[in-house]
Structure formats: structure tokens, C-alpha cells
């Protein structure tokens, strides 16, 4: 019997030693093809650890996230929906950072979560897998891209209704947010330093608009409430059952907390 399995480890082994062959030779074949029409096989690294967390920082986007969604959340549920659903969903959406991290040091790979999902997944049903994960992706991101741009306009319309004028059309806001969406795709035109350098930019104003909006709650409000209305007063907004408002709670929280796999994609740039 212990002959027979180091037989069939000894022919698992020959045949990893072909497939890396085979995998090294294509790769060599395409390295020679490159440079025969003047190109150099190459991925340029221009992210600092520093950029890589800015850009991940940048890219969840907290304080912009928080002033979307926490009102939406007050005015349905009340604070007690609000800070549960941020002490619950937090919890759980580090654990699955966590879980990403771990599987990202195993898995190094630019195509971050459709390319795991092959990977973790049998071989027949890979495919499938990276397929269906890859486009949930994609609609996600150009939802979240669509979401986004619109909060930008509402936040424009804000800052204009805060100046005492009159509240910016639809069609106006909408312009905004098309707008807005072109300036983004310019700037990923850029190449990836020059971004990195843009997400630094943005990481020092989120962090210090963050520190400087805190200090100024604290010494500037006239009153604050009770530990007990905090945690524990809530109402129903809706007309549902209370179970939907947490949900509904629990929602908010977690498109504000999305987007943190963003810095996988670019794992090979730093």
C-alpha cells in the first residue's frame, strides 16, 4: 500500500513539474513575442506602502460614506438603529477583511476576488465561479460608481442651499454627478504613482476633516444625549416591521463599509 502512494505522489509530482514547465515556456514564448514587436514584459510598481493604504482608505471612503448614509439611517430607524448597525455590521465586515488578508498572502493576484473564487473553488466549477463573481463585481462597481456621483451632486445642491440660494434642478444634479463621473475616468487615465500621489492628497483631507469635525461636535454643541438615547431609542420610519428597519439599518452600514478588497486589485503595483 505505501508503494502504491508514493507511486501516485511521484506522478502528482511529474505532473506539476510539467504543467510549471509548460506555464514557464508559454510565458517565455510571450516575453519573445513582445520583444519582437519593440515591447518589454513589464508591470510597473509605483505604489508606496503609504499609497497603498490610501488608496484603500480613499477607496471605503468613510466620512463621505457615513454622512450618505447615517441620516438615511436616523430618520428610519432612529440612533439605536444607527450605532447597532454600525457596532454589528463593523464586526462582521472585519472578519471578512481578515478572512480577504489571509487569502490574499496565499494569493497574490491582481484579479483579487473572481480570480479566488477559482482558485478555492473544484476545478470543474471554476469557471462558473470566477465568472458569476466577476460580473456581481463589475455591476457592484459601476453601481457604487453610479451612487457615489449622485451623493456628490446632493452634497453640491447642500453646500448651495447652505449659501441661501434656491435648491439646484434635477437635471442640474444630474449633470453634476456625469460630470464628476468623467473627472474620475480622467484620472485614471494617470499612471499609477501619479494616482498614488492623488490618494495621499485625499487620505490627508479625509483624515483631517474627519479629526477636525470631531473636536468641533465636541466643543461646540449645545447639548448632546443621554448613553441611553444613544444605544437604546429608536422608532419606526417606515410602516414595515421593525426587523426590515434594522435591516434596512444594517444596509446602510454596509455600502458605507464597502470597498475595502480595493487595494487587492492592485496588489502586483506596490
Known sequence: MSSGLFSFLAMMFRKSEKTIQRQQ???????????QIGYTQELYRGFSPFMSFSFCFTTVNVLIGISLGFTYQMNI?????????????????????FSLAEICSVYPSA???YHW????TPLRYAPLASFICGWFNFFGNVTGDAAYASAFATMVNAVVILNGKSSLS??????????????WTLINTLRIDKQ??????????QISS????????????????SAKDVFTSTYNGTGFSFGYVYCIGILSTLF??????????????A
Not at 25 to 35: I, T, V, W
Not at 82 to 97: K, Y
Not at 200 to 205: C, E, G
Open 256 to 269: 458605507i463599509c464597502c470597498g475595502y478588497e480595493g487595494i487587492l486589485y492592485i496588489g502586483l503595483n
Open 196 to 205: 498614488g500621489w492623488i490618494n495621499n492628497v485625499a487620505a490627508f483631507f
Open 25 to 35: 515556456e508559454e510565458k517565455d514564448a510571450d516575453a519573445r513575442y513582445l520583444r
Open 210 to 225: 474627519l479629526i477636525t469635525i470631531v473636536i468641533v461636535l465636541l466643543v461646540m454643541a449645545p447639548e448632546r444625549a
Open 117 to 120: 473564487s477559482g482558485m478555492l
Open 77 to 97: 430607524g432612529g440612533p439605536g438603529v444607527a450605532i447597532w448597525s454600525w457596532i454589528i455590521a463593523s464586526f462582521f465586515t472585519i472578519l471578512i477583511g
Open 111 to 113: 484579479g483579487s476576488v
Open 170 to 183: 434635477t437635471g442640474e444634479q444630474v449633470s453634476i454627478a456625469i460630470a464628476i463621473t468623467f473627472v
